[in-house]
């Protein structure tokens, strides 16, 4: 039979048998995979060093008749070992995992798989806030799943003022002027355009003032993902 080759990430790792594992891998070209991984648990597997946690590997697999192919060789591209040197990103790096594995279907965009590569990338290093990274992501997800909130005017369609502070409706997908009191400004607005205008972590980390602006943002858009993603 063909083998089909591609580039993976593992969403998730479930013991098989007496020495199998079954994957769930993310993939470019393919979208989610599921694999069968045989004698990947036993000391002298071939496979166990390509499909670490926190990787990007080659792989070879074989489709199969019902919904689980199966692996038939791994190389490793690129392991992230900096996260899990640091509790706080290994444990952010398994919820990341888990919200993209939830959100996504089998037939996941390429632009997933990118969006899960450039987090490890962000995550590994460890001068890039971690806040920074998570809410990111989070407005990533949000966007390519068509929520990308209007950052332009208010809820009365009007431009949106340097000068004002506003509430955000999470109602109308855009912040509301009706308060006059509200606790974003125009530097919370700036970051948010920022974010979900997909510039990376390591280009945002220079934004001056991003360690007070993140306390605000970071609820904000972990709210939309709740309420728009349900996630």
């Known amino acids: 039979m063909k ?3 591609t580039r993976a990430i593992i969403l998730t790792r479930t013991d098989y048998g007496e020495a199998d ?18 004698g990947v648990r036993k ?9 670490e946690l926190f990787s990007v590997s080659e792989i070879s697999f074989i489709k199969g008749r019902g919904e689980i192919d199966t ?28 919200q993209l594995n939830r959100i996504t279907e089998d037939e996941a965009e390429a632009d997933y798989f990118t969006l899960l590569h450039q ?19 989070t407005a990533q997800l949000l966007r390519l799943g068509g929520f990308t909130p209007n950052l332009q005017t208010d809820s009365n369609g009007e431009k949106l003022q340097p000068g004002e502070s506003y509430d955000f409706s999470f109602e109308q997908v855009c912040f509301d002027a009706s308060s006059g009191q509200g606790r974003f400004t125009a530097d919370h607005i700036k970051l948010l355009r920022l ?14 003032g991003i360690e007070t602006l993140l306390p605000a943002v970071f609820p904000l858009v972990t709210t939309m993902r709740q309420t728009y993603l349900q996630v």
């Open 195 to 208: 974010l979900f205008a997909g510039h990376q972590p390591k280009a945002l980390a220079v934004v001056q």
């Open 71 to 98: 692996l038939v060789s791994t190389r490793l591209v690129k392991h992230y070992g900096h996260i899990v040197e640091d509790l706080d990103r290994t444990m952010a790096a398994y919820e990341l995992i888990k």
């Open 3 to 5: 083998q089909l080759n």
């Open 119 to 137: 987090a490890f990338t962000a995550l590994d290093d460890h001068e890039i806030l971690l806040p920074l990274v998570q809410v990111w992501f």
């Open 21 to 38: 594992r079954i994957l769930t891998m993310l993939t470019p070209e393919y979208g989610k995979l599921r694999v069968l991984a045989r």
């Open 43 to 51: 000391v002298k597997s071939k496979l166990a060093g390509g499909i």
